[in-house]
């Protein structure tokens, strides 16, 4: 069974503060995807990877960054917190020839 | 780019009952997946099927892709099937998907 992984699962910290979200896979995936989880917004694309190094903006990449250096590994970073990034970060990864997406149990964050 | 509407938004039933959500897309797609998001927010696939139809146990799925809408069946319900359920579509070549806003359904014993 694939298996992706976050590194947490409830996180609260304070606005200003630097944010770390860590994804692993272990089935050898290509792509892999970082979305917020919003009530009434439902699921939104931060930013997506398709290769190590490789790196696309999705529909919300505003305030957001992300690291990808080894291809099981996905990292969504936070600059600079702020109250409106509190939510669900959700973590996936696909295979390039099917596209079927599995996800991690995601991480919920709270900004204070 | 793509809409995707679910219906209906929320579903309640008994224990038992049988349920068909639905998902209408407004363009073609080669990428169509079902996924079943638990209380705990875990979202887990459970069809891809950009056409035709596939089965799963009480679990069947049914796309027809030229009508753009695509079906997802549970039979007999149980308590564990409650949660909100999502489809999602997209096309090969664009590797992000399009998500609905997804239907809730709340299986009473």
């Known amino acids: 069974d694939v298996k992706v992984t976050q590194s947490s699962r409830y996180l609260v910290k304070r606005t200003g503060e630097k944010v770390f979200l860590e994804c692993v896979q272990d089935?050898?995936?290509?792509?892999m995807f970082w979305y917020r989880q919003d009530p009434g917004l439902g699921l939104r694309l931060i930013y997506f990877?398709?290769?190590?190094?490789?790196?696309e903006k999705g529909d919300i990449p505003e305030g957001y960054s992300v690291s990808r250096e080894k291809k099981e590994r996905f990292s969504l970073i936070l600059e600079s917190a702020s109250t409106n990034q509190t939510s669900m970060y959700l973590c996936?990864?696909?295979?390039?020839?099917?596209?079927?997406?599995?996800f991690g149990e995601g991480s919920r964050l709270t900004v204070l | 780019g793509i809409q995707v509407e679910q219906s209906p938004p929320d579903l309640i039933l008994q224990e038992g009952a049988n349920s068909t959500l639905r998902c209408n897309f407004s363009d073609s797609v080669n990428n169509l997946q079902w996924f079943h998001q638990n209380p705990w927010g875990q979202l887990i696939n459970l069809f891809y099927?950009?056409?035709g139809t596939k089965q799963n146990g009480r679990l069947s799925a049914t796309t027809v892709a030229t009508e753009r809408y695509s079906l997802l069946y549970i039979s007999s319900s149980q308590t564990t099937d409650s949660g909100v359920y999502f489809c999602?579509?997209?096309?090969?070549?664009?590797?992000?998907?399009?998500f609905g806003t997804g239907t809730r359904l709340t299986i009473i014993p």
């Open positions: 089935m050898d995936h290509e792509n």
């Open positions: 099927i950009p056409s």
């Open positions: 990877s398709y290769d190590v190094k490789m790196k």
């Open positions: 996936a990864s696909s295979l390039s020839n099917t596209g079927e997406l599995f």
């Open positions: 999602a579509v997209g096309n090969f070549g664009n590797e992000k998907l399009t």
